[in-house]
T-cell receptor
Framework: DAGVTQSPTHLIKTRGQQVTLRCSPK?????VSWYQQALGQGPQFIFQ???????QRGNFPDRFSGHQFPNYSSELNVNALLLGDSALYLC??????????FGPGTRLTVT | GDSVTQMEGPVTLSEEAFLTINCTYT??????LFWYVQYPGEGLQLLLK?????DKGSNKGFEATYRKETTSFHLEKGSVQVSDSAVYFC????????????FGTGTKLQVIP
């Protein structure tokens, strides 16, 4: 049984560009959450998707948006990239109301 | 709002030494509490959890006791190994279900032979 998978593993973008990160949840999970982990910091909650709707959102600007597909996979989109968006982006999946399982992350570098 | 404070690292210990990583929290009510571990180059793994006051979570030789009187959830291990080298995060899920997890800043542990 594959766990949570994320793609790509690493990504380098230029300021002002847009990026899309992808996540496939663990089998049987219907809820996907996204977190941003800056270097040397703990993960910060971005938002959570359930039944293709954004259910809860952290303190992130509208430049951060997402989507959940009928197969429960999810995308995180970031527009107008800033240098400060450089971080490890973690996806976590869960079966609604239960503990979250994390993927290995996507390392985004903005130059 | 909810918050988690954990001791800063890095912590360097010799193999077989005793480990304590302090964690305190601020939250409404009596939430569940977690410890996550992040090995180099990997994502987060749930190490242990406690769901109510005075519960003790344990896994892989690690233990943590949920102390509501001191709002603490300190992580301990009696004898660390080189393979325990990682970053440890204390975490607090939102009430009413694990919809949002608030993490501490992490404590890096390095165990030397």
């Amino acid at each position: 049984d594959a766990g949570v998978t994320q793609s790509p593993t690493h990504l380098i973008k230029t300021r002002g560009q847009q990026v899309t990160l992808r996540c496939s949840p663990k089998s049987g999970h219907d809820t996907v959450s996204w977190y941003q982990q800056a270097l040397g910091q703990g993960p910060q909650f971005i938002f959570q998707y359930y039944e293709e709707e954004e259910r809860q959102r952290g303190n992130f600007p509208d430049r951060f948006s997402g989507h959940q597909f009928p197969n429960y996979s999810s995308e995180l989109n970031v527009n107008a990239l800033l240098l400060g968006d450089s971080a490890l982006y973690l996806c976590a999946s869960s079966s609604d109301g239960y503990e979250q399982y994390f993927g290995p992350g996507t390392r985004l570098t903005v130059t | 709002g909810d918050s988690v404070t954990q001791m800063e690292g890095p912590v360097t210990l010799s193999e077989e030494a005793f480990l304590t990583i302090n964690c305190t929290y601020t939250a409404t009510g009596y939430p569940s509490l977690f410890w996550y571990v992040q090995y180099p180059g990997e994502g987060l793994q749930l190490l242990l959890k406690a769901t109510k006051a005075d519960d003790k979570g344990s896994n892989k030789g690690f233990e943590a006791t949920y102390r509501k009187e001191t709002t603490s959830f300190h992580l301990e291990k009696g004898s660390v190994q080189v393979s325990d080298s990682a970053v440890y995060f204390c975490a607090l899920p939102s009430p009413g279900g694990y919809q949002k997890v608030t993490f501490g800043t992490g404590t890096k542990l390095q165990v030397i032979p």
